[in-house]
């Protein structure tokens, strides 16, 4: 089953008084990178989030974003360091009966002394919000998944239609390889006969064994059965589960391989003009199968 990189999901959960917004974004990468994009308050979450990523993802990179509006899970309070306080107290009382100063000692006086109070962060109801994110998290890859099998049911329809004009072209260089041998093979000797004339008749036996040779080193026949090779796996390989992207990528540059020299070999015009559309259809094909998981 072809399965897309290409996705997108969203989901939006309440917690308390915070509005929190998960987005993911998933394009095509050659492995599983995952990037995360939330408040700091959220952190603690990270290692979650990316597992639950992993257990949707093969490969892919998934731009993971979390907003938070309102009145977050994070509540401030005031903190008074009491042990701190006391000291303070007792000194001033120990220096107003040492110097035998008189008055009280105003309360302004304590916000001088740094530590004495401060403002912490609390959080509110951690468990319960872990559970609300993660679910979020879980919703959003559901739906980047299911965008992701859309698209790559349209990706296996484009490919397979691609594969059967590389399978008809094969056909016909297959089909037209005994003729070019035969044609290579006349079109030789003629040569020969033209430039040798009485001299081929005595070394008849012997020059026909080269202009065999030289056929031979234009016989396009294992390029042809290997190019039937990769259209058979190519096909077996679209219908396989999990991650089949770079497999197929190796399928496509293999076949390409053997597009480049079929053309390097073959000198007939009808053959060339066959690779020349054969090796752009597997050009659209690589550049399709750069966005297969």
Same mark, same amino acid.
């Given at each position: 089953?072809?399965?897309?990189?290409?996705?997108?999901?969203?989901?939006?959960?309440? &917690?308390?008084?915070? $509005? /929190?917004?998960?987005? =993911?974004? !998933?394009?095509? +990468? *050659?492995?599983?990178?995952?990037?995360?994009?939330?408040?700091?308050?959220?952190? &603690?979450?990270?290692? $979650? /989030?990316?597992?639950? =990523?992993? !257990?949707?993802? +093969? *490969?892919?990179?998934?731009?993971?974003?979390?907003?938070?509006?309102?009145?977050?899970?994070?509540?401030?309070?005031?903190?008074?360091?009491?042990?701190?306080?006391?000291?303070?107290?007792?000194?001033?009382?120990?220096?107003?009966?040492?110097?035998?100063?008189?008055?009280?000692?105003?309360?302004?006086?304590?916000?001088?002394?740094?530590?004495?109070?401060?403002?912490?962060?609390?959080?509110?109801?951690?468990?319960?919000?872990?559970?609300?994110?993660?679910?979020?998290?879980?919703?959003?890859?559901?739906?980047?998944?299911?965008?992701?099998?859309?698209?790559?049911?349209?990706?296996?329809?484009?490919?397979?239609?691609?594969?059967?004009?590389?399978?008809?072209?094969?056909?016909?260089?297959?089909?037209?390889?005994?003729?070019?041998?035969?044609?290579?093979?006349?079109?030789?000797?003629?040569?020969?006969?033209?430039?040798?004339?009485?001299?081929?008749?005595?070394?008849?036996?012997?020059?026909?064994?080269?202009?065999?040779?030289?056929?031979?080193?234009?016989?396009?026949?294992?390029?042809?059965?290997?190019?039937?090779?990769?259209?058979?796996?190519?096909?077996?390989?679209?219908?396989?589960?999990?991650?089949?992207?770079?497999?197929?990528?190796?399928?496509?540059?293999?076949?390409?391989?053997?597009?480049?020299?079929?053309?390097?070999?073959?000198?007939?015009?009808?053959?060339?003009?066959?690779?020349?559309?054969?090796?752009?259809?597997?050009?659209?094909?690589?550049?399709?199968?750069?966005?297969?998981?």
């Amino acid at each position: 089953m072809v399965t897309s990189m290409t996705g997108y999901g969203r989901d939006v959960t309440t &917690f308390h008084k915070a $509005k /929190i917004t998960v987005e =993911i974004r !998933s394009v095509n +990468h *050659r492995f599983l990178d995952i990037s995360t994009k939330i408040p700091r308050s959220l952190l &603690f979450l990270e290692d $979650k /989030i990316k597992k639950t =990523i992993q !257990s949707f993802f +093969h *490969r892919g990179r998934l731009d993971i974003f979390i907003s938070m509006e309102g009145e977050g899970v994070i509540q401030q309070e005031l903190v008074v360091n009491w042990g701190l306080l006391d000291q303070f107290v007792t000194s001033l009382n120990n220096i107003k009966e040492q110097y035998d100063l008189k008055g009280e000692i105003p309360v302004d006086m304590v916000t001088t002394v740094d530590g004495l109070l401060t403002v912490q962060e609390v959080e509110q109801g951690h468990d319960e919000m872990k559970e609300s994110i993660l679910n979020a998290i879980t919703i959003a890859c559901e739906q980047v998944y299911e965008m992701r099998i859309q698209e790559g049911s349209e990706l296996h329809s484009e490919l397979d239609t691609r594969l059967g004009i590389i399978q008809d072209i094969v056909k016909n260089l297959g089909e037209r390889r005994e003729a070019v041998i035969i044609e290579y093979r006349e079109r030789i000797r003629g040569r020969i006969l033209e430039y040798t004339k009485d001299e081929f008749v005595n070394e008849e036996s012997r020059v026909l064994q080269e202009i065999a040779l030289l056929a031979e080193k234009g016989d396009i026949t294992e390029e042809v059965l290997r190019l039937n090779s990769h259209v058979r796996q190519f096909r077996d390989t679209l219908n396989n589960d999990g991650a089949i992207g770079r497999k197929l990528d190796f399928i496509t540059q293999e076949m390409h391989r053997e597009a480049n020299t079929i053309g390097s070999k073959s000198n007939d015009p009808q053959i060339s003009e066959w690779v020349v559309i054969l090796k752009s259809e597997i050009e659209k094909i690589k550049e399709q199968v750069q966005n297969v998981e």
